[in-house]
């Protein structure tokens, strides 16, 4: 099978070469030798990814495909679709991980021999991490949660070893044993077998004529690895890159977040996720030695690839099933040590009407509104005594009327110990402040309970990164660790306190922390105010000295132009996208950053890939919104990764100033005839953008107005904020009475 099974949309193709999509249209236009669609739609075509790269080598376009974009285009542009790429690539990177000498000599020949020979390789690999042989496949665990893993990789209620394996049983499945598992009772809850219901595979061991058409991906993922340094790095990349791709497929739970529930449950051997999606809670949990994960989701896909990453990160234990968590628990003798969720919100149709006698609701049946509550409850049933539990949860979820009966009783018994409401933009939907709650299995009534209310929404920012993670994560577990350790808390006011469960008890019971906590002090609050004042009145005055002199008339002058795509191919500059992933802890410059003239904010998708870092004296240019912004990247912003949707120019400093190239990028006419229109987005083809042709003197003479005009537009902004901050201040101030009228 040819790479030319592989195919590539227009979108893809100009990733591929670094332009935009308008280029590319306008390449099908000019070159009658441009390939033929080969399938897709007449609106949305799709084109043979081996012929693409050859006539973009042919025009000069493109030296050679990267490997992580051909590899990338193999997986996107699968004929069974990205998610069964994805999962047959995950299998072959957990035997390249566990056996690469038997990933050698299967993939030494041709792609029907690799085929052919790649289901018994993988189910040898398997089977020796998981420890089911290939006669008990039909009895064991292939449950229809179970899903299968690829080393440790997915069996909702089938299991990966402690190897983190998986089992050619479980874990991949041949056609065949796929239909004799079907009609077997379930095998893997531990510790007792549960036949209530038959769990599907999550992932099944490719056949032959399955894995044929996955064959040059497949060699591409083993390339991937051994340049990024190994099975887990790839997978990670591949998973990154189909995650930034398909954003409204999947609701992801941000690693910072996953990081800190993970710290409030505390170290743990057995941990449950009943809703793991792509695995982000699980994988925060700090590795133990005999370590056991447990994961469920309804979504086959998010299974294997939860078990997939697992499988690929260590060596725990890992038990991952398909099935409806809260309808077909996989897991119904599980008491686990720790329980983190991040469930669906607002469910209506989460099986009100056939779980009304379910021994999981100690606390009262939820009502048909109050899926999370049934979420709760399941939580607490599959810890053991003294247990913690760590929800994300919706902050109606804490005062709707429905549920005061329940919250009730979790406060009465002890379980509900901390309400924690997170600032907005921690997680989606990123415009409502989410609330995390932290609850512990009873093992015995309190004397005096109290619960832990926090709120961390003084920790917002501005920008699209999120809020200041290091400031959230450090007030709230120092506050959860005082309360967990003594049972009390002394208030801190603003953001936390420890109230006794009987204040709550009222006619609503309504723990949304922000009306429970009493306001920051505001002791100081006039002459902070009058310090902002002073400040807005220093930089107002800077504003009007840095304000333009009249403009002097003249007439049009009409220079002779090049672009910047000319520029970068003849090397007087350096042109760069922003990545789809990089370092956790490397500050991200994001478009909102550029258009606002703020300092970098945001975060992009863990992975090994490595991100463009900013050098000063770079231009980073937005390609979204229609805007012309141009920004010169500066001594304190250089060194953040460059986001999403930011094309970097780097200038050769011998021949184009750096503020020159910003000052002629960001003229409204340029960006209006580099612009594609499209579609609902206007789009900025950066290569189309025009400067003159001009000596490097005269270059630097412009650059100097451009940079005065850019300090002055920077003292505007600075001066918008702090009249913002001020009027905010005065306004709360006369509202509470720390600053008088007078």
């Known amino acids: ?15 591929l070469a670094g332009v935009g999509r308008a280029a590319v249209s306008n390449w099908r236009r000019r070159h009658a030798d441009f390939p033929k669609p080969v399938g897709g739609t007449e609106t949305s075509p799709s084109f043979a990814l081996a012929e693409v790269e050859d006539w973009l080598c042919r025009q000069g376009k493109l ?37 690469p000498r038997l990933w050698l000599e299967v993939s030494a020949g041709s792609d029907e021999r690799l085929a052919a020979m790649l289901p018994e390789a993988l189910e040898e690999v398997l089977t020796a991490r998981f420890g089911v042989t290939s006669a008990r496949r039909g009895s064991a665990a292939v449950n229809s949660r179970s899903a299968v893993n690829s080393s440790g990789a997915v069996n909702r209620s089938g299991a990966v070893n402690r190897s983190g394996a998986v089992n050619a049983v479980d874990a991949v499945n041949t ?3 796929v239909s004799a598992a079907a009609n077997s009772p379930a095998v893997n809850t531990p510790p007792t077998v549960h036949t209530a219901t038959l769990h599907t595979p999550a992932v099944h061991t490719p056949t032959g004529p399955e894995a044929l ?16 340094g190994g099975a887990r790095q790839a997978f990670e990349f591949l998973l990154g890159r189909h995650l930034d791709a398909n954003p409204r497929q999947y609701t992801l739970t941000p690693a910072e977040l996953a990081g800190l529930m993970a710290d409030l449950a505390g170290p743990a051997s057995t941990v449950l996720d009943p809703a793991c999606g792509t695995g982000a809670l699980l994988r925060a949990v700090a590795p133990r030695p005999e370590q056991e994960l447990y994961a469920q989701d309804s979504a086959t896909d998010l299974a294997a690839v939860t078990a997939l990453r697992l499988a690929l990160r260590g060596r725990a234990t890992v038990r991952a099933a398909v099935g409806d968590t809260l309808r077909a628990d996989a897991f ?9 969720c991040h469930p669906p919100f607002n469910e209506r149709n989460w099986g009100h009407d056939e779980l009304a006698y379910d021994p999981r609701w100690e606390y009262g049946f939820p009502a048909r509104t109050e899926s999370e509550l049934a979420w709760v409850q399941h939580a607490l049933a599959r810890l053991k005594d003294g247990g913690t539990a760590v929800l994300l949860m919706p902050p109606a979820a804490a005062s709707r009327r429905s549920g005061r009966r329940i919250r009730a009783d979790l406060l009465r018994r002890g379980a509900l110990r901390a309400v924690v409401a997170l600032p907005v933009g921690a997680a989606p939907p990123y415009n409502i402040p989410l609330h995390l709650w932290v609850l512990r299995r009873p093992d015995k009534a309190p004397a005096q309970p109290e619960v832990l209310l926090a709120d961390a929404g003084q920790f917002a920012t501005e920008g699209r990164g999120g809020p200041d993670w290091r400031a959230v994560r450090d007030a709230v577990l120092d506050a959860w660790r005082v309360f967990d350790r003594t049972g009390t808390l002394d208030e801190r006011p603003g953001l936390a306190r420890a109230l006794p469960v009987i204040d709550l008890l009222d006619d609503d019971v309504d723990l949304a922390p922000a009306r429970h906590l009493p306001p920051a002090t505001a002791a100081d609050g006039a002459e902070a105010l009058t310090a902002v004042r002073e400040r807005l009145g220093e930089t107002l005055g800077l504003a009007g000295a840095l304000t333009p002199p009249p403009p002097a008339g003249t007439r049009p002058v009409r220079w002779p132009l090049t672009t910047v795509g000319e520029l970068a191919r003849g090397g007087a500059l350096v042109l760069r996208t922003g990545g789809n992933g990089g370092h956790a802890r490397v500050p991200v410059l994001t478009d909102h950053d550029v258009l606002a003239g703020t300092a970098p904010s945001g975060t992009l998708p863990e992975s090994d890939e490595e991100p463009v870092l900013t050098e000063p004296g770079d231009v980073v240019v937005p390609v979204l919104g229609g805007g012309s912004v141009a920004r010169v990247i500066d001594d304190a912003t250089g060194g953040a990764a460059l986001g999403r949707n930011l094309v970097l120019l780097r200038p050769d400093r011998a021949a184009l100033d750096a503020w020159f190239l910003a000052g002629f990028l960001r003229g409204t006419a340029n960006n209006r005839q580099a612009s594609s229109y499209a579609s609902t987005a206007t789009r900025l083809d950066v290569r189309r953008l025009q400067l003159p042709r001009l000596p490097l003197d005269e270059q630097r003479r412009y650059g100097a107005r451009f940079r005065a005009l850019d300090e002055f537009e920077r ?26 009228p007078d």
Request: aromatic share 2%; proline share 6%.
């Open 1 to 15: 099978m040819q790479d030319n099974a592989t195919e590539v949309t227009a979108a893809g193709i100009a990733r």
């Open 63 to 99: 030296a050679e495909v990267p490997l992580r974009e051909r590899v990338w285009q193999q997986l996107a542009g699968h004929p069974e679709g990205p998610v069964t790429a994805l999962t047959h690539a995950g299998c072959v990177l957990l035997l390249i991980h566990d056996r």
């Open 175 to 177: 056609a065949d044993a």
């Open 213 to 228: 058409p996955s064959a040059p991906l497949l060699r591409g993922a083993a390339e991937l690895a051994a340049e990024l």
């Open 332 to 340: 119904p003798e599980l008491r686990a040590e720790a329980v983190l």
């Open 715 to 740: 003292a505007l902004r600075h001066a918008s904020r702090l009249g913002d901050q001020l009027v905010r201040g005065m306004y709360d101030g006369l509202t509470d009475g720390t600053v008088a």
